[in-house]
């Protein structure tokens, strides 16, 4: 599976950005999908997970009621909203994929990471 995230930017702090992952091969569905991110000087962090069907999501508390993570299986294509985007959310952001059916929160079940796209929250 390879992955290539897009969608990063500069937002000024309360607005929203939609950050993009598409992926190839045609067994895109059967991987759990999650979001990443790196912010200088820190560790990576999890961010937001969907399964393979999209029916269930997973939030880091950090973003809770303020992103949404969605798939569009047809597409190969898993999305992050962020809404009222805070200083505190600029990093990179990594996309990746997961063939384990629990534990997403933990970076080290998947197996399959995007380049990571940057985003940057002005105050």
């Known amino acids: 599976v390879q992955l290539r995230a897009s969608g990063g930017g500069l937002v000024q702090a309360g607005g929203s950005l939609t950050l993009s992952c598409a992926a190839s091969?045609?067994?895109?569905?059967?991987?759990?999908m999650g979001w990443f991110r790196q912010a200088p000087g820190k560790e990576r962090e999890f961010v937001a997970a969907?399964?393979?069907?999209?029916?269930?999501?997973y939030y880091a508390d950090s973003v809770k009621g303020r992103f949404t993570i969605s798939r569009d299986n047809a597409k190969n294509t898993v999305y992050l909203q962020m809404n009222s985007l805070k200083p505190e959310d600029t990093a990179v952001y990594y996309c990746?994929?997961?063939?384990?059916?629990?534990?997403?929160?933990?970076?080290?079940?998947?197996?399959?990471w995007g380049q990571g796209t940057l985003v940057t929250v002005s105050s």
């Open positions: 091969g045609r067994t895109f569905s059967s991987y759990a």
């Open positions: 990746a994929a997961s063939s384990y059916t629990y534990n997403w929160r933990v970076s080290s079940v998947y197996a399959y």
């Open positions: 969907i399964s393979g069907s999209g029916a269930a999501t």
